[in-house]
């Protein structure tokens, strides 16, 4: 009996620990984005040329120009109903609009011949309110579009999916259906939805806003790697904190129109417009 | 009073009556209503579409059967589809379709009308943000629609489309009129043969009641556990 080697119960538990990862993990280590990271700067991936949109009468966008360069991550901000969310909802076509042209990854959305489905599923977008599907577990959350939409194997898709899932700290919850998450947690699943299709560009509308305080930093945490690991963001926030940290263009709209449009230390720094002026005292007084 | 009546031709009709007639009302009616539910959400998506032109005659459509009583349709159908048959084909003489396809036929594509009303609220009811991002996802319109829309909207609606279901079983009765022999024509016909119809068709109504009150309470019970988690 005493030949057989019984560890002492204090040595069994570190395994015991490891084996069962806590619920929530929290950001993990590793890529977020597949393979090297993209930076490669200086290429255009984005090109907003003159967009106008109106609404019946109502002009929602007045003549938008600006561009996104391969690596970079701009951020857009803005009062409510100036247009911000509009506009990047232009990029990947889930908005119409009526003048100007916008160019993804070499591909003209507003033409014709284009295959929007296949440009949309080259563009991650990331939304307010997180829309994950919810008569689908998480792990067909990640996977579906994969398979429907990449023509990836269930193995292969799984694999992907959860591996991201297991990035941003969920892993635990595969099985899980999105009404049994928190808020924070939904976004950070739907980001890893939209970064499963191995997107060149993310797209973020507004992605803290529907949620409660303290699952902010969760949710920004994830953006701030995938912008490290040198992912093309645009992004609609009224996150200030996070724009000083990882922005390389601050883009500020009001009443349709690109009002600034400056490097994130000019924009900080010294807004030149009146209107942006008054926009950031009103947001970083608290 | 009641001693002028006998039960025992209930007993000894039963094989005839749930044999031939309940089965055929049964068969009728799921046959009916898995048809009506997929042409009703075709209608519903035409509808919904957009597409001018499409729209107007999904409308028109489901417009004129609501409009029209089902015993007419049932008539129309039978007398007629033979002729326009016919035509359709360039046979010369009417083809023959058969009772059992007509009323079939008929009750599928008068349900869907009520089915796609039903499937138009249900696809409404899915929050615009789930089409979005199905199609952010790089989903085209009928993916979007088979894996996001639709399931969702099937599940919010199945109280509903199975509440319909029940007034179509109910409805089967009427065929009748083309002398097929669903529960109630086997019902009527016993009834008549034997003299006893007031027996038969009171049994006839236990029998409807029993069947479509147990499952609208069945209905009820999977109301309360079909509703999605958001």
Redesign the interface.
Known sequence: MTSSPMPAPTAAEPAVEAAYAPADAGLQPGHLVSGVPQAAPGETMIAIDNISKWYGDFQVLTNCTTKVAKGEVVVVCGPSGSGKSTLI?CV?A?EPFQKGQITVAGTKVADKGTNL?????????V?Q?F?????LSITDNLT??QR???GRSAEDAKKRGLDLLARVGLGAHATK?P??LSGGQQQRVAIA??LA?NPVVMLFDEPTSALDPEMVGEVLDVMVELAKEGMTMMVVTHEMGFARKVADRVIFMDRGEIVEDAKKEDFFGSPRSERAQTFLSKILQH | MLSNFDFSVIVQSLPYLFGQGMVFTVTLTAMAAVGGVIIGTLLAMARLSGVPGLTQVAKGYVELCRSLPLVLVIFWFYFLVPYIGAYVTGSSTPIQVGAFPSALITFMAFEAAYFSEIMRAGIQSIPKGQTAAAQALGMNYWQTMGNVVLPQAFRNMLPLLLTQTIILFQDTSLVYVLSLTDFMGAASKVAQRDGRLVEMYIFAAVVYFVICFSASFLVRRLQRRVAIIR
């Open positions: 909802k990947n889930l489905p296949k440009l949309r599923s080259r563009v991650g977008m939304f309110h829309e994950l599907f919810p008569h579906i579009a429907k939409v990449l259906f009404g049994q939805r939209a299709m």
